[in-house]
């Protein structure tokens, strides 16, 4: 399902920092059938000065799960109560074969190889994001304790007026844009944290029609405790 080499042909951009645009890393029917069975039902507000979005259940494999409480309380709490787990069977076949896909470690050597991180003893958490008219997400760089951040979109259709772009910004002010990118389907996002990681969701539109669709796949240093 996963066409690693769109991992391993794409160039990391230096500028303003270190990301990369991934073009078609799922076939076009794939990504069709992914977004017809993307899940939609157990997101949460996730809300905030100059944020707002729903998330739903994440995912990691047994080994990651074990090693998340190092981050924090939160983590543990999102254990115990299932928010985050390594059960697939809420999840339609295809989802499923993606999921499975993204714990296999050809995936991290893939963005190891693009990214120059070493990624393999990172534990990766996999999470759904839907951004309905008026979510957004404010500038910001991420947490200290994330090495890679990997957006994938399932938007067939989502033209710029729309809002809701990841903008690549070039300091912490909002209009300073680099670059906006839309959430379409044939394309993922790929940020190294740093501390000029500068990036944010514009709001969406009242005129978008369809809601912002996307999986979140975030690598957390080990070594780094902080949250």
């Known amino acids: 399902m996963l066409n690693l080499n769109a991992i391993y042909n794409t160039v990391m ?17 794939d990504s069709l059938e992914l977004a017809a069975s993307f899940p939609q039902e157990q997101f949460q507000l996730s809300a905030g000065e100059g944020y707002g979005y729903l998330w ?3 995912f990691a494999n047994h080994h990651d799960i074990s090693v998340m409480p190092k981050f924090g309380d939160r983590w543990l709490e999102r254990i115990v109560d299932g928010t985050l787990t390594s059960d697939l069977s809420s999840l339609s076949s295809i989802w499923c074969q993606l999921i499975k896909e993204l714990w296999q470690p050809a995936y991290r050597e893939a ?3 693009m990214s ?7 534990a990766m958490v996999i999470g759904f994001r839907r951004y309905n ?6 500038p910001h760089t991420d947490e200290a304790s994330k090495a890679l951040t990997h957006m994938l979109y399932f938007n067939e259709y989502w033209p710029q007026d729309w809002g809701g772009c ?22 993922s996002v790929a940020l190294v944290r740093s ?14 029609q369809k809601s912002r669709l996307a999986l979140r796949v975030t690598f957390f240093h080990q070594a780094n405790q902080s949250v």
């Not at 120059?116 to 990172?122: A, I, K, P, R, S």
């Not at 501390?195 to 978008?208: D, E, G, I, L, R």
């Open 13 to 29: 951009q230096e500028v303003p920092y270190q990301y990369a645009l991934i073009q078609n890393l799922l076939s076009k029917e």
């Open 56 to 58: 739903s259940q994440m």
């Open 111 to 113: 963005l190891t190889a």
């Open 116 to 122: 120059g991180l070493q990624l393999q003893d990172c």
């Open 133 to 138: 008219i008026g979510h957004l997400h404010r």
């Open 166 to 187: 990841l903008r690549i910004l070039k300091d912490a002010q909002p209009e300073s844009v680099f670059q906006d990118i839309p959430p379409l389907s044939d394309t």
């Open 195 to 208: 501390q000029n990681s500068w990036h944010m969701v514009t709001p969406v539109a009242s005129s978008a």
